[in-house]
Antibody
Framework: EVQLLESGGGLEQPGGSLRLSCAAS????????MNWVRQAPGKGLEWVSAISAGGENTNYADSVKGRFTISRDNSKNTLHLQVHSLRAEDTAVYFC?????????????WGQGTLVTVSS | SYVLTQPPSVSVAPGQTARISCGGN??????VHWYQQKSGQAPVLVVYDDSDRPSGIPERFSGSLSGNTATLTISRVEAGDEADYYC????????????FGTGTKVTVL
């Protein structure tokens, strides 16, 4: 059974940093691209970032480019999102999503999310 | 930036058919996927590659693509289908590989 468990969310001040993690199990992690998707309170889904299975290719939404960094540790089946220069508009539930292939294609499994709140 | 437009809401009586559109520019074949998100839960894939259904998803859920508009159709709607629905477009040629639609709230009357 595929399981994705996010952690690292919390309350952070504007301008601060956080490191989100996603522990994966139930599939061969190193064979699949992975993604972060966020959802602000009461709003729709927003794709944030993707990383290919081997980690060689990364992609970002314009809203986070230059502030967020996606990475993965295939030896530990873990996905990360380092977030810097946080803004109020980054407040959201951040979901980890498994992709269907080695490169981005579509999301076939999701975690339950971790809440990031940016406020002074 | 690229926009995928969905109707904000669709209301349907039990047993009837709900249709949710997703419109954009230059939508290529086999690049649109659909997700169902019930209140307080993570999204679930209901249609991929425009019209294919993952295992475990009822046949009542179907998808299609015509021109630059994708459509999710829910036949014989049940109370349990009440949820938000999002289309997702994949673009292998863009740095922004994914774009979500604006989302549609389906209400079962």
């Amino acid at each position: 059974e595929v399981q994705l468990l996010e952690s690292g969310g919390g309350l952070e001040q504007p301008g601060g940093s956080l490191r989100l993690s996603c522990a994966a199990s139930g599939f061969t992690f190193s064979n699949y691209a992975m993604n972060w998707v966020r959802q602000a309170p009461g709003k729709g889904l927003e794709w944030v970032s993707a990383i290919s299975a081997g980690g060689e290719n990364t992609n970002y939404a314009d809203s986070v480019k230059g502030r967020f960094t996606i990475s993965r540790d295939n030896s530990k089946n873990t996905l990360h999102l380092q977030v810097h220069s946080l803004r109020a508009e980054d407040t959201a539930v951040y979901f980890c999503a498994k992709d269907h292939g080695y490169d981005p294609y579509y999301f076939d499994y999701w975690g339950q999310g971790t809440l990031v709140t940016v406020s002074s | 930036s690229y926009v995928l437009t969905q109707p904000p809401s669709v209301s349907v009586a039990p047993g009837q058919t709900a249709r949710i559109s997703c419109g954009g520019n230059n939508i290529e074949s086999r690049t649109v996927h659909w997700y169902q998100q019930k209140s307080g839960q993570a999204p679930v894939l209901v249609v991929y590659d425009d019209s294919d259904r993952p295992s475990g998803i009822p046949e009542r859920f179907s998808g299609s693509l015509s021109g630059n508009t994708a459509t999710l159709t829910i036949s014989r709607v049940e109370a349990g289908d009440e949820a938000d629905y999002y289309c997702l477009k994949w673009d292998r040629n863009s740095d922004h590989v994914y774009v979500f639609g604006t989302g549609t709230k389906v209400t079962v009357l």
